[in-house]
């Protein structure tokens, strides 16, 4: 399975984005669906993750309430909606796929290659 992520850009603080993972090669039918991010000089960290069916989500503290993770109606496609952005949002995002919902990478066997998001003041 390959994922390729899309949907990053420049935005102004206060702005949104939505980013977007979609699978070739395979399904992501029967997966939990993870997004990660990186930030320059920093650890890659969890940002949020939903089960195969889209019936539990999860959220790092520094973005609930502002992001929502969704899964498109073919299973195959994940979006991440990004309002309220912050500059601290700054960073590489990164999907991935993994067979049990997890908030750390080791969970997800699959990985996207990322796409760059950057908020400006």
């Known amino acids: 399975v390959q994922l390729q992520a899309s949907g990053g850009g420049l935005v102004q603080a206060g702005g949104s984005l939505r980013l977007s993972c979609a699978a070739s090669g395979g399904t992501l039918s029967n997966y939990v669906m993870g997004w990660f991010r990186q930030a320059p000089g920093k650890e890659r960290e969890f940002v949020a993750a939903i089960t195969w069916n889209g019936g539990s989500t999860y959220y790092a503290d520094s973005v609930k309430g502002r992001f929502t993770i969704s899964r498109g109606n073919a299973k195959n496609t994940v979006y991440l909606q990004m309002n309220s952005l912050k500059l601290e949002d700054t960073a590489v995002y990164y999907c991935?796929?993994?067979?049990?919902?997890?908030?750390?990478?080791?969970?997800?066997?699959?990985w996207g290659q990322g796409t760059q998001v950057t908020v400006s003041s």
């Open positions: 991935a796929a993994g067979r049990v919902a997890s908030r750390s990478e080791s969970g997800y066997v699959y």
